[in-house]
């Protein structure tokens, strides 16, 4: 299964800082902000970037000594997701991680100094030095496009200016251990792209309900491909033996073009459809006999049956099997069902066509209205489930009126949240889909739900 496109994680952090040195260190504060872009369902890479205030006193013997430096630095780490590969949610509320990588820094170091005499003098250290940086953290999710986090990241210098963030110099009897900076933050990070078309970084997503996803989407497509009809002739192209029917052309139970009367001349477009032609009798291109035989059925003489009897008989055994007052209810016998990705309510392109046929379905039927109801899998929060499946049916409603021209009273929208699921599974394709069905006098419009709690 290819990995699906997903979005890049933003994140803007700040904390406390402490500097491991010579000297005590006193807190201080550090901001920043990275870039983080999974390249699995485990591993991704993240850039920091860091600016941090870094302080010490420390009184030995008769001199005590201060130091203030400023930090500047970049990171590229390797971050590794530590519960990416459990399957018993859909998008899993945290995410547990540890990072390790390396940088460069740049910093200035101050140093203040006093001794018996009450001389004060400033000492100054400004250098570029390489450094490993390593971490780990914990963010919780909250919405599709928002999570905070709290983490901890350790800064370990290396080369000549190791030991000289604290502006005291190695060679100094003090000085018997390279400095270390400590950074504890708390992050508050934005997932960057396209919704419709991207999922959230993959370190949140349970990747068996990709693979679901996938197989869902497959079968529907399928299912899509078995139940179009291309020529709107209303027989399925899967059986269809003419498949290029024309605009309002009546068909048999096989798609083909009636003609009743078997004069070559189909019925959409023939004024006698009903009168078959006795030998010797030609038509035009419209049906009419052009040279009448007498004595002829329909004829002066004859004793054709007319297209009006026609009608007058099919109307007269549709209300013998109660077929014509139902005619909305068998409408319903065509309706389709719409499926949606999880956590969204973007309908997909494949469904266009399914949704012009209810267009048409509607236009034809101007008495008709119906009801739009739309579910959710059981994945996520009652007040979630409640405001995505209603945003679904919304969706549906407003594709129907924009696309197609029907108007907003025809529709009856109403939600169900993930009540009635199809399958069992919680977090199944099948249960998170849009209805329709024919609306009667009790049908009424539910209000939108309560305000969602953070998004989908």
């Known amino acids: 299964m290819a990995i699906p496109k ?6 803007l952090n700040g904390g ?13 504060y550090g901001v920043g902000f990275h870039i983080r872009k999974a390249v699995d369902y485990v591993f991704s890479l993240r850039a920091d970037f860091l600016y941090a205030d870094l302080k010490g006193m420390n009184p030995v013997t008769n001199i005590e000594r201060d130091f203030n430096t400023t930090w500047m630095s970049g990171t590229g780490y390797g971050v590794m997701s530590l519960n990416s590969l ?3 949610k859909a998008v899993r509320p945290t995410n547990l991680y540890i990072m390790g990588g390396v940088g460069a820094n740049t910093f200035e170091a101050r140093s203040f100094n006093t001794d018996d005499n009450l001389r004060v003098f400033d000492t100054l250290e400004h250098d570029f030095a390489p450094h490993i940086g390593l971490g780990g953290g914990i963010s919780f999710r909250l919405g599709k496009k928002v999570n905070i986090a709290l983490e901890e990241q350790a800064f370990v210098v290396f080369g000549g200016r190791a030991d000289r963030l604290d502006n005291i110099a190695p060679t100094n009897s003090r000085s018997n251990f390279r400095d270390v900076v400590s950074f504890t933050n708390l992050s508050i990070n934005f997932n960057i792209g396209n919704a419709s078309s991207h999922t959230e970084p993959l370190y949140w997503i349970n990747p068996l309900d990709g693979v679901l996803n996938s197989i869902d989407d497959k079968i529907n497509q399928r299912t899509t491909g078995l139940i179009k009809d291309e020529d709107g002739d209303g027989v399925l192209d899967a059986i269809d033996q003419d498949p290029n029917t024309p605009a309002g052309a009546m068909v048999d139970t096989k798609g083909r073009t009636l003609d009743s009367d078997r004069d070559g001349v189909p019925d959409h477009i023939d004024k006698e459809p009903f ?7 030609k038509v035009d291109e419209q049906g009419v006999v052009t040279n ?7 004829r002066p003489g004859g004793s054709g049956v007319t297209e009006e009897r026609v009608k007058e008989l099919i109307d007269q055994a549709l209300q013998n099997y109660q077929i014509a007052d139902n005619r909305s209810n068998a409408a319903e016998w065509f309706l389709p069902m719409l499926h949606f990705p999880s956590s969204t309510a973007v309908i997909k392109y494949s469904d266009y066509g399914n949704l012009a046929g209810v267009g048409r379905m509607l236009k034809a039927n101007p008495g008709i209205r119906l009801v739009v109801t739309g579910f959710t899998d059981s994945t996520g929060s009652e007040s979630i489930n409640n405001q995505l499946s209603y945003d679904r049916a919304k969706n549906v409603i407003e594709h129907l009126m924009n696309n197609h021209g029907i108007a907003r009273g025809r529709f009856v929208l109403q939600w169900k949240g993930s009540a009635d699921n199809l399958v069992p599974t919680s977090s199944s394709y099948m249960n998170r889909r849009a209805e329709f069905r024919i609306a009667g006098p009790g049908d009424v419009e539910q209000d939108p739900p309560a305000p969602k709690e953070g998004g989908y």
């Open 275 to 281: 009168y078959m032609p006795q030998p010797n009798e």
């Open 86 to 88: 459990r399957w018993d």
């Open 292 to 298: 009448p035989q007498p004595g002829s059925p329909g």
């Open 16 to 28: 406390a800082t402490i500097l491991g040195s010579d000297v005590t260190p006193k807190p201080s």
């Open 6 to 11: 997903n979005m890049f994680e933003f994140g």
